[in-house]
Structures are given as structure tokens and as C-alpha cells.
């Protein structure tokens, strides 16, 4: 059980939230999954009204309460209500975003100096908002990644065999760059762009193989499917994902929530979160195997050099 913590802001609230869950049975797990989605609501929800909703029983609520890191439902309650306004507020960057879009489609053709530097300094303030947001982001992500489960994926992939990386859309070009990373690092390591690829080459996997998942969502399709092969192959999986409340999370044997205030928010951040805890892992696996970080192992140090202009 996590010891009792009370010292939230309101997107570390939500972040933790999301990130615990992990550790959740599948009945605490569904309160988790309650809290979360009603969340505003929990200073006029009573512990019978969660545990019908989630459909088991208050001491089960209680106890999800406490493994959450509460004393209970009442202080969980408390700390809810004492960020109730600030959870409401949480907004997403993206709609700023748009606005800005909206507004200089709507601009009449003619130079307007005024509006210029009007648009400007409006500009400047996004700008501004777009890296605050992801510096909080982070520290976030930082505060909430689960050591212990950070040191088994470590654990994992340094006896790995084969390593397949997984990872659609947005999530291709972190699990590509870590497969590249793990490659110069002497590990057998692919990230197949191709979905059919991707369960293709997760089915051939076999017991001392590691899939490791990206997704955002942690509810791609695409992703899931290739998942459940390497599971039926009898390979390992970790997740590198936003939310120990999604159906990878729940197919994983390791997850890693780099999760924060909303996934409408966090999405600005969250492949420069993934890409780091990757980053993580390549050098943590490194150091086991007596490596000094980044760089290519000494069998591929002479083709590196070959793409190199000298000076």
C-alpha cells in the first residue's frame, strides 16, 4: 500500500490517479476507473454511490481509496474537493491553438501594423503557454513513473533476445528511434512501420523476446492486435503509455504511465515523455551491460563512421 499523500496540485491529482492504477486488482481498478470519470462529481458522491456505479462493494471502494495512497474515500474526497475549481479549469493548450488558427483566417488581406504586432504578442504568449504546459508535463510524468516497474522493463530487455518496438501515428517515430538507439547499442531490435508487419513479426516472437508498446490512448487497435500476437507467442510486453486505466495497460506485463493533467493537454507532451523514458531504458540496459550511454556498440562503429562527412 502507497503511503497517504496529500499534497496534490490538480493535474498531479488526476496524473496520479491515472498512473496507480496499475497496481489496482481488476474490481479496484473499475473504482479507479469511476473516480477518474467522475471526477468533478466526487464532492457530492457518497462511497455507495462509487461502489454502485463501479458495481462492487464500499469496502472494495475504500480499499482502492487506500492503495491509491488515501487513508479512505472521505480523504480522497477531501483532496477532490479542495481542487474541485482548478480541475474544472484544466484546459486544453490545443484550444488556444485553434483560436489562433481561427483568427488569422479571418484577418482582412491588407498589412494592418497595429494588428500586426497585436497578433504578435498574442503569438508570443502561446508560445510561452505551449512550453509551460509541457515543462509541467514533465515534471508531472517525472513525479508519477513507477520506479519499480521502470527497473523490471530494465530488467527485461537486458536479458531480451529480440526487441520489437510497436507504434502507430504519432507513436511510430519514438518507437523507431528507440529501436534505432537499441540497435547501435548492439541489440537485435525492429520497429516495422507496416501495422500487418507489426503482428506479423510479433507472432514470430518467442519466449525470451520483449514487445514494447507505445500508444498514447493505450486503445489503438492496431497496436492491441499486434500485442496480443507477441502475448500468444509467448513474448513479454511493456507499455509505455498515458493511462494505467487503458486495455494495453491491462495486456501489459510492465507499464510505464507517463500520464498528466488530460489527454487532451498531454498529447503536446506526451511524445517527448515517451521518447524519454525510452531514452531511459536504452542507457539503463547500456549500464547493465557495461556501456557508457549513447553511441554506436563496437561492431557498428566503422559503418557509423563511413556516413560521416569529415571535416
Request: glycine share 8%; with cysteine.
Amino acid at each position: 500500500m502507497m503511503p497517504p499523500l496529500t499534497q496534490f496540485t490538480a493535474p498531479g491529482l488526476l496524473a496520479h490517479l491515472r498512473s496507480a492504477a496499475t497496481s489496482l486488482v481488476p474490481a479496484e481498478r473499475r473504482v479507479a476507473e469511476v473516480l477518474v470519470a467522475k471526477l468533478e462529481g466526487i464532492p457530492e458522491y457518497s462511497a455507495m454511490d462509487v461502489a454502485q456505479a463501479a458495481g462492487c462493494s464500499t469496502a472494495t471502494v475504500v480499499r482502492a481509496c487506500q492503495r491509491l495512497g488515501f487513508s479512505g474515500y472521505q480523504q480522497f474526497r477531501t483532496e477532490v474537493t479542495r481542487h474541485t475549481h482548478a480541475l474544472a479549469g484544466l484546459k486544453p493548450v490545443g484550444s488556444h491553438v485553434l483560436a489562433v488558427q481561427d483568427a488569422s483566417a479571418e484577418a482582412p488581406d491588407g498589412y494592418d501594423e497595429n494588428s500586426a504586432t497585436a497578433d504578435s504578442s498574442e503569438q508570443e504568449a502561446l508560445l510561452d503557454r505551449v512550453f509551460t504546459a509541457a515543462r509541467e508535463d514533465l515534471q508531472t510524468t517525472q513525479s508519477m513513473l513507477d520506479r519499480s516497474e521502470f527497473a523490471r522493463a530494465v530488467a527485461m530487455l537486458s536479458g531480451a533476445g529480440a526487441i520489437l518496438l510497436l507504434g502507430t501515428g504519432g507513436s511510430a517515430i519514438p518507437a523507431q528511434d528507440a529501436a534505432l538507439r537499441f540497435t547501435m547499442a548492439g541489440r537485435q531490435a525492429t520497429a516495422p512501420s507496416d501495422v500487418l508487419a507489426q503482428q506479423f513479426t510479433a507472432r514470430l516472437l518467442g519466449p525470451q523476446d520483449v514487445c514494447v508498446a507505445i500508444s498514447f490512448s493505450g486503445a489503438n487497435l492496431h497496436t492491441l492486435a499486434a500485442v496480443e500476437a507477441a502475448r500468444q507467442a509467448g513474448a513479454r510486453v511493456i507499455a509505455v503509455t498515458s493511462t494505467g486505466l487503458s486495455p494495453l495497460a491491462k495486456e501489459s506485463d510492465v507499464c510505464l504511465v507517463t500520464g498528466t493533467a488530460s489527454t487532451e493537454s498531454e498529447i503536446l507532451a506526451s511524445r517527448v515523455a515517451h521518447t524519454l523514458v525510452l531514452n531511459a531504458l536504452n542507457l539503463a540496459v547500456q549500464q547493465r551491460a557495461g556501456q557508457t550511454g549513447f553511441g554506436p556498440s563496437a561492431a557498428l562503429a566503422g559503418l557509423l563512421s563511413k556516413t560521416l562527412r569529415a571535416e
